[in-house]
């Protein structure tokens, strides 16, 4: 495994939900906050930048804030936000940065906060998982590794996932933002 496929499998490794909700994490005034409520602060956070972002822009949307695995997730919902999304999900994923700086700013802790808009993740999510199921069956049957286009982080993570839980092993390869998927036989 290189070095890149190891950073990507530690940046998106999943924690057990046992250990999420005991660590403790020092906060100011030496409180101790839980793994999950500082998650949910970020949250917070997070949702008061993007309020003032929507109003600042004059866009309607409310705001839903949850805990996934051990990543905060905030989603907007509402009338016609595309112009939010972007082409490929470029302005979410820039929008997504600068949540992620504003949560810093507050806390100074690196944030791994997702953000979705309009449902654009949930539903890209879907379809490569569905891609991801087509291309393990082809490796499987063929033996030959596939290779993937490029893809964002998120992507990434989605892909390889769902590549694991059919049976078949995956890598990360390429630079940044030209990084793509390859698919391995299990």
């Given at each position: 495994m ?10 998106t490794?999943?924690v057990?939900t ?9 906060t100011?005034g ?14 917070d ?10 109003d ?16 905060a ?48 993740r ?22 030959e ?41 299990g």
């Amino acid at each position: 495994m290189s070095d890149e496929t190891t950073q990507d499998a530690v940046e998106t490794e999943d924690v057990e939900t046992e250990d999420v909700e005991t660590e403790d994490v020092e906060t100011e005034g030496s409180e101790r906050l839980t793994r999950v409520q500082r998650l949910e602060q970020e949250g917070d956070i997070a949702a008061d930048y993007l309020e003032e972002l929507l109003d600042i822009a004059d866009l309607d949307g409310d705001l839903d804030m949850d805990v996934e695995g051990d990543r905060a997730a905030v989603s907007i919902v509402g009338a016609d936000l595309s112009q939010l999304v972007g082409s490929n999900g470029e302005v979410l994923d820039a929008l997504q940065e600068l949540t992620r700086l504003a949560v810093y700013r507050e806390t100074g802790e690196r944030s791994r906060l997702i953000l979705d808009i309009g449902g654009y993740r949930a539903q890209k999510r879907e379809e490569l998982v569905e891609l991801a199921g087509e291309i393990a069956a082809r490796v499987k049957e063929t033996g030959e590794p596939v290779s993937l286009d490029p893809m964002s982080p998120f992507e990434r993570k989605v892909v390889h996932d769902a590549v694991a839980d059919a049976g078949c092993k995956s890598e990360s390869e390429g630079v940044e933002p030209r990084r793509y998927v390859v698919v391995l036989p299990g």
